[in-house]
């Protein structure tokens, strides 16, 4: 399968060959005619859990048999550390895309927004796009492949949606799309290589997205989000995933309590990742914006919709005419407000704002879309509540 115009990722090795490196990296051993060096160094690295005297470690592959003065701890290699000259390093071309404009192929990237929004809705159609090769809400799927959905929170509920969106689209028979339903615990090394091993042996020749849902569960009580230097402990094991399985890694995850502006916990993530997605709300509709992108690539936001179907729903663009669009639950909050103090003389701006109790900019906002919508109406500088929007509160 061609993978875009940038440059083709090594392919993981076989089981053996695996199993041949490791050992050949806990004695030091020339690794030459073997694979690739620095993809071996890798390997040996990200996996150095292998190691059978590992208390707890439970793994299948055919591990050599190494006799325990063997097993020392091997120099950091030279051939671990790349060195470019500055011409060169210039000239190299940029990753291939994932999903052209939004997601650079290999890359880490967080989807983000607030509890029951619809986040993973939004994760599970880019899954099923890139599983596919179709294009992804309008953007196109530039190196469609493997996808691996793992489900850590609410995975019964992922078969409803998997259910909606096949007989939404028409879907029929397999596709290179797997959901794993339990938690991969970034915070306990065994399990990450565990899990990593598994991805090599199922995959061999890679695969393009991996989704965790959500950072939360991923973390597992074992890291707190809030913290820098483990919210990096956990960047780490996703990258050592990434490193192995050559997948664009990307977490789902919540907004602050206080700043929906951004994602819940350290900054530490904002900073390391590549891309970040926010879900959120804007001109009455569900809205998909990168608030962080590669260089100077910013894509338009899109505005997504909810679609129900088949007792679940899918995901889909919003194309509708603002003012058909129904209200937000902060919108009828507003509305509510109003005519609870509005009365025959109606209100002003002003007295409308405090009484609602809302943020000065989602005021701003409810406001000028429900005059929109021409469930309010604004005369002689004091808004009132019209029929229509009497009708649906």
């Known amino acids: 399968m061609t993978r875009g115009n940038g440059p083709r990722r090594p392919r993981p090795p076989a089981r053996d060959v695996i199993a041949e490196t490791v050992g050949a990296a806990y004695r030091g051993d020339d690794l030459a005619g073997q694979i690739d060096r620095e993809l071996a160094a890798r390997i040996a690295e990200d996996l150095r859990l292998y190691d059978p005297s590992a208390p707890g470690l439970e793994h299948d592959l055919p591990l050599p048999d190494l006799d325990p003065a063997e097993r020392v701890a091997a120099p950091p ?8 000259a500055d011409e060169t390093w210039a000239a190299l071309p940029s990753p291939p895309w994932l999903v052209e404009r939004w997601l650079p192929a290999g890359q880490f990237a967080v989807l983000f927004g607030t509890s029951g929004i619809g986040k993973s809705f939004v994760a599970l159609d880019l899954a099923y796009a890139v599983a596919r090769g179709v294009p992804w809400l309008g953007q196109r799927v530039v190196t469609p492949g493997q996808v691996v959905y793992v489900a850590g929170e609410a995975a019964i509920s992922l078969r409803t ?11 029929q028979g397999p596709l290179p799309l797997q959901i794993v339903p339990d938690v991969v615990r970034l915070g306990e090394p065994t399990e990450v290589t565990a899990f990593a091993s598994a991805l090599i042996e199922r995959y061999p020749n890679g695969i393009q997205l991996l989704i965790f849902d959500t950072w939360a569960a991923a973390l597992a009580g074992l890291l707190n989000e809030k913290d820098t230097q483990e919210t990096s402990r956990a960047i780490e094991a996703v990258e050592t995933i990434q490193r192995v399985s050559g997948a664009t890694p990307l977490v789902i995850h919540h907004t602050g309590w206080l700043n929906q502006e951004r994602e819940r916990g350290s900054y530490a993530l904002r900073a390391h990742v590549a891309v970040s997605l926010n879900l959120g709300v804007a001109d009455g509709a569900m809205r998909l914006s990168a608030v962080k992108t590669r260089d100077d690539v910013t894509p338009d936001p899109i505005p997504v919709r909810l679609v129900a179907t088949a007792g679940s729903a899918i995901i889909g663009r919003e194309d509708r005419p603002t003012e058909q669009r129904p209200l ?62 009497e009708s649906v509160l």
């Open 161 to 171: 949606r998997c259910r909606a969106y096949r007989q939404h689209y028409g879907v």
């Open 77 to 84: 290699s030279k051939e671990r550390f790349r060195f470019y």
């Open 328 to 389: 937000t639950e902060l919108e009828r909050t507003a509305l509510r407000c109003l005519h609870e103090i509005g009365g025959q003389q109606g209100v002003s701006a002003h007295d409308w704002a405090q009484a609602s109790g809302l943020p000065h900019g989602s005021f701003y906002r409810a406001r000028q879309r429900l005059v929109q919508f021409a469930a309010v109406l604004y005369e002689r500088r004091r808004y009132h509540v019209t029929p229509l929007g």
